[in-house]
């Protein structure tokens, strides 16, 4: 059955399992990945992307699994249509995943002391807490990754077009570099719903010792990549990429 609302919901439970996955296997105690880096933990999300869209795609939607990348759009060619199928789809796969998550490491979380190693399973937490600091690299990460994303999949990037299959590695491993390069001070969220969803889910679950979700924090990995999302798809339809 090909849906769009079902391909943005799976390949976006995909994603977060996949991605806030690695970052459980890293942080929580007693797993074979204890420990072994921001690396890896970005590399995990490369490839949780990359999975994530093909899913999206191969059910029926446009594989934005992210509301900032699906304004972006909206803004860039006019067209809002997608905006209230997407986000709700998007938001509740989410959710999916991060339950997931919790089902996948269900062993480790009493093992894990500390309560925001466990937060960090669900949602992002800002190195330094200074939030207008903080939305503006979430803006700048949502820029880079709607502007980029536009201009791999037009003609002009490649001459010719991308060949099938080609654009979900090539957005993976966009989401790796700013991984990379900016995601230090925020843990790059650059997706309300990989942050919102997984922080509500983290609330709702009975995971031991947890602590306070921080919706405190919640509208910086909202408000910032909206912003971004939003002012790189007027640069887009601007200059016609």
């Not at 090539?170 to 997706?191: E, K, M, Q, R």
Request: charged share 10%.
């Amino acid at each position: 059955m090909h849906s769009a609302f079902l391909g943005e919901l799976l390949g976006t439970m995909i994603m977060i399992l996949l991605g806030n996955g690695v970052v459980a296997n890293v942080v929580l105690r007693q797993t074979k990945g204890e420990k072994s880096g921001w690396i890896v933990i970005t590399a995990g999300w490369c490839f949780a992307v990359m999975a994530g869209v093909f899913t999206a795609l191969a059910i029926g939607s446009d594989g934005h699994l992210n509301p900032a990348v699906t304004v972006g759009v909206a803004v860039s060619t006019g067209d809002w249509s997608r905006f209230s199928v997407y986000v709700p789809a998007q938001i509740l796969g989410a959710m999916l995943g991060a339950a997931l998550v919790w089902l996948s490491y269900l062993s480790h979380w009493e093992k894990t002391p500390e309560p925001l190693d466990k937060l960090a399973c669900f949602s992002t937490i800002p190195a330094i807490r200074a939030p207008l600091a903080n939305i503006m690299t979430e803006v700048i990460g949502a820029f880079v990754l709607v502007l980029v994303a536009a201009a791999i999949s037009s003609k002009y990037g490649t001459g010719v077009g991308l060949s099938p299959g080609l654009g979900p590695f090539l957005i993976g491993f966009l989401v790796w570099g700013i991984g990379l390069s900016l995601g230090g001070p925020t843990g790059y969220a650059i997706n309300p719903a990989r942050d919102l969803g997984p922080r509500i889910m983290h609330a709702l679950l009975p995971i031991p010792g947890k602590g306070g979700s921080d919706f405190g924090y919640a509208f910086v990995p909202i408000v910032g990549p909206l912003l971004g999302a939003a002012g790189a798809g007027v640069l887009v339809k601007m200059i016609g990429i």
